[in-house]
C-alpha cells in the first residue's frame, strides 16, 4: 500500500490493496463523537458470514466507531475497529466495505 493511500486510510486491512479493504477514510468525514440525528455513513460486512456494521462516527484516538450492529442481535454501541481490521473469517478472508452503500439515518436500518 503507499504511503499516499496509507496517510488517507484511518483504518484498513493488510489484506490487499484493494478498496473493499479500506474501511474507514479521511474523505469520510466521520464525526467523532455520534451526532443527535447519527446517520449510516459506512457499511462494514463480513462477506463468509451474516454480521454487519453501520458506522456513524469514529474516534481515531481510540479506534472505537459507534453505530447500529447486526450481529447475534441488532443494537447499538461502540465498534473496536482494532478487531475488525484482524478479524478473518472462513476461508481466511477479512471484513469488506460495501463500495456502494448510500448513506441513511440509522433508525431506518433498526
Do not use: H, Q
Given at each position: 500500500?503507499?504511503?499516499?493511500?496509507?496517510?488517507?486510510?484511518?483504518?484498513?486491512?493488510?489484506?490487499q490493496n484493494k478498496?473493499?479493504?479500506?474501511?474507514?477514510r479521511q474523505s469520510d468525514h466521520l464525526p467523532v463523537e455520534?451526532?443527535?440525528k447519527p446517520m449510516a455513513l459506512v457499511k462494514l460486512f463480513d462477506p463468509t458470514g451474516s454480521w454487519t456494521w453501520f458506522i456513524s462516527s469514529y474516534d481515531p484516538k481510540t479506534r472505537?466507531?459507534?453505530?447500529?450492529?447486526h450481529g447475534f442481535e441488532i443494537e447499538y454501541g461502540d465498534i473496536?475497529?482494532?478487531?475488525?481490521?484482524?478479524?478473518?473469517?472462513?476461508?481466511?478472508?477479512?471484513?469488506?466495505?460495501?463500495?456502494?452503500?448510500t448513506p441513511k439515518p440509522?433508525?431506518?436500518?433498526?
Open positions: 500500500m503507499s504511503t499516499e493511500t496509507k496517510n488517507k486510510d484511518l483504518e484498513f486491512s493488510t489484506f478498496p473493499a479493504y479500506r474501511y474507514i455520534p451526532p443527535e472505537l466507531a459507534f453505530g447500529l450492529v473496536s475497529m482494532e478487531e475488525l481490521v484482524e478479524f478473518r473469517g472462513r476461508m481466511g478472508l477479512p471484513i469488506e466495505r460495501d463500495l456502494y452503500w440509522l433508525s431506518e436500518l433498526e
